[in-house]
């Protein structure tokens, strides 16, 4: 399995609280995203990178901002948590664009 | 606007069936077609397709792409009730490193 980490796992917070989210990877990968999966919408890309500092937009990106400072760690954050960011999140890898590999998923309830 | 639709939405089969799952697409500068399973957490990788007619097998599992009518098939044979899963289809498609949508799955159940 290729090594990626997520954290937190679980979380619950509170509307309008700064989450953030991580992703480590240990593959030395060139690409990593953050994915939202929702009932009835499937997989949607937030962010992604293809190096360090070098990051960009996804399809549904309104609300989110993330951080590159390292080849392994990729930071998904939520400055003002809303309810409709409740969603569990999937940060990916990928060496070749396409072919990619998940984490764990990290489930976040926004009250 | 780019999409990627997948059917059926969900499946209920019987162990020893075979299924055919169906992906078509509708994108700019298409690249290559993907296909992963989602059990109860994260998604893994099945194929990658990048050529018409060429099958991609592993095992019970086989998937073949037709970039002419733009779809792609999944094929499941003798199944098992370790089959039953989400499988996701995505596209990749687009310039410089691409972009990657996903179709929104078909729920698998074998019964045994």
């Known amino acids: 399995d290729a090594g990626i980490t997520q954290s937190p796992r679980h979380k619950v917070t509170e509307t309008g609280t700064p989450v953030t989210l991580r992703c480590h990877q240990t593959?030395?990968?060139?690409?990593m995203y953050w994915y939202r999966q929702d009932p009835g919408h499937g997989l949607r890309l937030i962010h992604y990178?293809?190096?360090?500092?070098?990051?960009d937009k996804g399809e549904v990106s309104d609300g989110y901002s993330v951080s590159r400072s390292k080849t392994e760690d990729f930071l998904l954050t939520l400055e003002s948590a809303t309810s409709s960011q409740t969603s569990v999140y999937f940060c990916?890898?990928?060496?070749?664009?396409?072919?990619?590999?998940f984490g764990e998923g990290s489930r976040l309830t926004v009250l | 606007e780019d999409k990627v639709v997948q059917s059926p939405l969900s499946l209920v089969v019987h162990e020893g069936d075979t299924v055919t799952l169906n992906c078509s697409y509708e994108?700019?500068?298409?690249?290559?077609l993907l296909w992963y399973k989602q059990e109860k957490k994260a998604p893994t990788f099945l194929f990658m397709l990048?050529?018409?007619?060429i099958e991609k097998k592993s095992g019970r599992l086989s998937s073949i792409l037709d970039k002419k009518e733009l779809f792609s098939i999944l094929n499941i044979t003798a199944t098992q009730t370790g089959d039953s899963a989400v499988y996701l289809c995505a596209v990749l498609y687009g310039g410089s490193q691409g972009n990657l949508i996903f179709g929104k799955g078909t729920k698998l159940s074998v019964k045994p």
């Open positions: 990916a890898i990928s060496e070749f664009t396409g072919e990619l590999f």
């Open positions: 990048t050529s018409s007619g």
């Open positions: 994108v700019t500068n298409f690249r290559s």
């Open positions: 990178s293809y190096g360090v500092k070098d990051t």
């Open positions: 593959e030395n990968h060139r690409y």
